[in-house]
């Protein structure tokens, strides 16, 4: 460390020459919002996709348990789906607003380390 014998660090050490330490990446955050709206997009089609491979397969079975069974699967289904839709749409909200607010948090620890830099770059203590 430096700034101070024995490696101990000034904060003025930090502000001065070290404004990069203190911001981070929202990318990682803006890709995961990404992934999850991906997510949900992915699952839109999925409950008509079920009503059409399901058209018509109750049709004259003349009342067999399993296929009337099969249609409550069904619904089980499409309400799980429409579930993590919800989920992927708030995680994506969630997600992008972590993001924002550690900008603003960047900006504001920038803005209060800067009359301590200033003091560090003109010498006096």
Same mark, same amino acid.
């Given at each position: ?9 000034? +904060?003025?050490?930090? /502000?001065? =020459? ?13 890709? $995961?919002? =990404?992934?999850?709206? =991906? ?6 089609? !999925?409950?008509?996709? +079920? &009503?059409?491979?399901? &058209?018509?397969?109750? %049709? ?14 069904? &619904? ?6 429409? /579930?993590?839709?919800? @989920?992927?749409? $708030? +995680? ?5 607003? !972590? $993001?924002?607010?550690? =900008? @603003? ?6 803005? %209060?380390? /800067?009359?301590? %830099?200033? !003091?560090?770059?003109?010498? /006096?203590?």
């Amino acid at each position: 460390m430096t700034g101070q014998p024995g490696g101990r660090q000034r +904060l003025s050490d930090l /502000a001065g =020459g070290g404004g990069d330490v203190l911001k981070h990446s929202d990318g990682a955050w803006l890709r $995961a919002a =990404g992934g999850a709206e =991906g997510m949900c997009t992915h699952l839109g089609p !999925v409950k008509s996709e +079920l &009503e059409t491979a399901h &058209e018509g397969l109750l %049709a004259g079975t003349g009342g067999l348990t399993a296929l009337a069974e099969l249609g409550a699967v069904r &619904e089980s289904w499409t309400r799980r789906f429409e /579930a993590a839709r919800g @989920e992927c749409r $708030a +995680l994506a909200g969630k997600l992008r607003a !972590v $993001a924002r607010a550690q =900008g @603003e948090t960047d900006e504001t620890v920038k803005s %209060a380390f /800067a009359p301590v %830099a200033s !003091v560090g770059r003109d010498g /006096a203590r």
